[in-house]
């Protein structure tokens, strides 16, 4: 037996064959792990392993053909219809789940964002849990399972993700993306162990917005206000605000740790030159003050605080700590 098309996490896909192969399955796991480390993916090619007609994802029997063309009528995937799984969803599952399996021999569910189940959704998902259907597992996702009810928590084997290594993302990267050697490595410096979509599709374009926000924060003390505020407009109108925050925690960080004479770990590596010579116009106080400004604005937009205000606020407070008259 094989899991194809898997970079990574080799010992949670060894322990699943294992289980396997020992008829050992449980009715429903919780996997466990930040977005975009291939939880998905494993899952995809677990279910099509014990679906295969030979169990080695040949890609050539019907069910195999099926899952490759994504429309197998066994494999069932559940995920947020907006900002939450709707009682709706877990209903219709349910209705489905009552019949038979068309073609599998293990039916497979998938539950993305399981903790975006709202209260109602997660009580009516648990009795699928409480009564698991015959030839069917269940499998939950999320990045934090304390969000989940407990009930939910308890009836699950749970496995823990780790970020993908370096060299996995280099060979997913390699693998699945068209990015030049530059490109490449500055997807990798932000990549924190997980494929980012995200920031890959923009990369070009939040390349640049990187040198830009370093060049804010040397400047910011002397500059104008103004000229800064229309470009956090821009952002924001570009829905690029995230990577704003981002970009800004990462060089504060990474001055820093230069300013404490530890790079080991500095994002952007690759431009230790500019990070020596910003690094000496601020102290250190004045590095951790911006930088948990930064996080502050961060969760304060994250509870629909305005993007617009709380980014003019922040440079604001910003440019008064690198005067030294911020008053609190």
Same mark, same amino acid.
């Given at each position: ?126 009795? /699928?849990?409480?009564?698991?259907? +015959?030839? %069917? *597992? ?5 990045? @934090?399972?304390? $969000? =989940? ?61 990187? /040198?830009?926000?370093?060049?804010? +924060?040397? %400047? *910011? ?5 103004? @000229?800064?505020? $229309? =470009? ?81 606020? =922040? ?14």
């Amino acid at each position: 037996m094989t899991f194809t098309n898997v970079i990574g996490h080799g010992s949670i896909a060894q322990q699943l064959e294992y289980t396997y192969q020992q008829d050992r399955i449980p009715s429903a796991y919780l996997f466990i792990g930040l977005e975009g480390i291939g939880k998905s993916t494993l899952v995809k090619a677990f279910a099509q392993m014990m679906n295969c007609q030979t169990h080695d994802n040949c890609h050539r029997c019907d069910s195999c053909r099926m899952f490759d063309n994504g429309n197998h009528p066994d494999f069932h995937v559940i995920k947020p219809d907006g900002q939450s799984i709707r009682i709706k969803q877990i209903h219709d599952l349910i209705r489905h789940l009552d019949l038979k399996p068309a073609y599998a021999v293990k039916r497979l569910v998938l539950v993305k964002e399981a903790h975006k189940l709202n209260l109602e959704s997660a009580n009516s998902f648990l009795k /699928i849990l409480e009564e698991p259907p +015959l030839n %069917t *597992l269940i499998i939950l996702m999320t990045t @934090d399972e304390n $969000l =989940l009810l407990e009930t939910i928590n308890s009836r699950c084997q749970k496995i823990y993700f780790s970020p993908l290594t370096s060299e996995d993302l280099r060979i997913l990267l390699d693998r699945n993306y068209q990015l030049d050697p530059a490109t490449l490595d500055f997807v990798l410096s932000y990549a924190q162990g997980r494929i980012r979509k995200g920031f890959i599709e923009k990369a070009t374009i939040l390349a640049n917005m990187r /040198i830009q926000v370093l060049h804010m +924060l040397k %400047t *910011l003390k002397t500059e104008k206000l103004y @000229d800064y505020s $229309l =470009l956090i407009d821009q952002w924001v109108k570009q829905n690029l605000h995230p990577f704003f925050l981002e970009f800004c925690m990462a060089w504060l960080r990474d001055l820093l740790s230069v300013r404490r004479q530890s790079p080991m770990g500095v994002i952007n590596s690759d431009m230790m030159d500019e990070l020596e010579d910003v690094s000496t116009c601020f102290s250190d106080e004045i590095l951790q003050w911006s930088f948990d400004l930064v996080v502050e604005t961060e969760l304060a937009i994250q509870s629909n605080a305005s993007k617009n205000l709380a980014l003019e606020s =922040l440079l604001i407070q910003m440019k008064q700590i690198f005067w030294g008259t911020l008053v609190v």
